[in-house]
Each structure stands twice: as structure tokens, then as C-alpha cells.
T-cell receptor
Framework: RKEVEQDPGPFNVPEGATVAFNCTYS??????FFWYRQDCRKEPKLLMS???SGNEDGRFTAQLNRASQYISLLIRDSKLSDSATYLC???????????FGAGTRLFVKA | EAQVTQNPRYLITVTGKKLTVTCSQN?????MSWYRQDPGLGLRQIYY???????DKGDVPEGYKVSRKEKRNFPLILESPSPNQTSLYFC????????????FGPGTRLTVL
């Protein structure tokens, strides 16, 4: 079992839709979690951090449930420009060891 | 401009021919890391470094070496490349233990024949 697992995707949604991605992690030593966005053949870029209290940035909301070892990302009012791969990421406490999920591909259509 | 640079961006080589992929950052970051990205597997960490002369293995270190002699540079060395090392490689840096964001280089697409 992978340490960080994501919805396989791809998600195909119309503009304006709300879409939710899920991610689970198996190693409780992973203390910090993030969502990164990766456009085709480009480098990943930080989208947002994930906290137990929830984190909202405009149309994006991320949530961490440590008891269930579950992370979510909600995108409201999807735009064409949201089309990308979304990567769930865990970082081990005190270091730089980083585990990426395989990514979920999102296609937003007009 | 704050950035992470990698060279070369594209490389085709043959089995067994030693190669080095360079990585440099101009943000005075302490942490640097190398990843490989393969279809269906996502990014996997090869090695990371938390400061000059401090390196540690990630999840897939076999067949790779790194060095951190200067803070800004973190080269990835393939002493004897094999076809299963054909991949897209990313270098990344992060300020330190209390900073969050990793900054990635543009990637190096390596093909080993």
C-alpha cells in the first residue's frame, strides 16, 4: 500500500462545478500536509497547506482529519484554468522526507 | 529572480555512461531534494539534504549519488545509468525546518538507452 493514496481520476467536470479530491495516508509520522498543483510536464507548485482546522483560499478549501488519516481538497466554481494534476503531499516531522501521492487529474470543460 | 535551475533540461544517454544533473538555487535555502516522476507513481524522493554536507536517502536512492559541498548546489550523479532510470527528474529547495513551501526546478527529462 502506498503511503499517500489519492483518487485515481481523471475528473471531468463542466465550468462552474464543485469538485472534491480525497487523499489518505498510512504513516502517522507524516505531520505536515499540502496540496500541490502540477500542469502538464511542468514543475509542481504549492497550492495550499492543509490543517485540521481547515484552510480556505478563495475557491479552494482543504481539510485534514488526523483520526481518519484523510485529506480533502474542494474546488468551487471550477474554471478552465483549474485543469491540472493535483498532488497530495505529506512531510515527515523534523526533516525533509516527503511523500507525494500519484496525483489526480482534473479536466474542466467549457 | 528567486529560482531553482537544473541542467541539462533534456538528456539522452546510453547505459553505463556516467552523468551528472546539476541543481542550483539562489534563495539561500537550507533544504534541497531530488525527485523522480514516473507515470502512475507520482514523484518519489531520491535524496535530500538539510544543509551543507548533510544528506539522507529518500525512498528510491539506489543507483544515485548526491553531494552538498555548497549551500546553493545539489548535483545528482548517476554513476552507471540504466534504462530503468529513464524518468523526469525534479530538484527542489525549501528554506528550512520551519518553512513550508518547496520550490521546484523546471525538470530534467532523462532517457537511458
Amino acid at each position: 500500500r502506498k503511503e499517500v493514496e489519492q483518487d485515481p481520476g481523471p475528473f471531468n467536470v463542466p465550468e462552474g462545478a464543485t469538485v472534491a479530491f480525497n487523499c489518505t495516508y498510512s504513516n502517522s509520522a507524516s505531520q505536515s500536509f499540502f496540496w500541490y498543483r502540477q500542469d502538464c510536464r511542468k514543475e509542481p507548485k504549492l497550492l495550499m497547506s492543509v490543517y485540521s482546522s481547515g484552510n480556505e483560499d478563495g475557491r479552494f478549501t482543504a481539510q485534514l482529519n488526523r483520526a481518519s488519516q484523510y485529506i480533502s481538497l474542494l474546488i468551487r466554481d471550477s474554471k478552465l484554468s483549474d485543469s491540472a494534476t493535483y498532488l497530495c503531499v505529506g512531510v515527515y516531522t523534523g526533516g525533509f522526507k516527503t511523500i507525494f501521492g500519484a496525483g489526480t487529474r482534473l479536466f474542466v470543460k467549457a | 529572480e528567486a529560482q531553482v535551475t537544473q541542467n541539462p533540461r533534456y538528456l539522452i544517454t546510453v547505459t553505463g555512461k556516467k552523468l551528472t544533473v546539476t541543481c542550483s538555487q539562489n534563495m539561500n535555502h537550507e533544504y534541497m531534494s531530488w525527485y523522480r516522476q514516473d507515470p502512475g507513481l507520482g514523484l518519489r524522493q531520491i535524496y535530500y539534504s538539510m544543509n551543507v554536507e548533510v544528506t539522507d536517502k529518500g525512498d528510491v536512492p539506489e543507483g544515485y549519488k548526491v553531494s552538498r559541498k555548497e549551500k546553493r548546489n545539489f548535483p545528482l550523479i548517476l554513476e552507471s545509468p540504466s534504462p530503468n532510470q529513464t524518468s523526469l527528474y525534479f530538484c527542489a529547495s525549501r528554506g528550512g525546518a520551519t518553512t513550508i513551501e518547496q520550490f521546484f526546478g523546471p525538470g530534467t527529462r532523462l532517457t537511458v538507452l
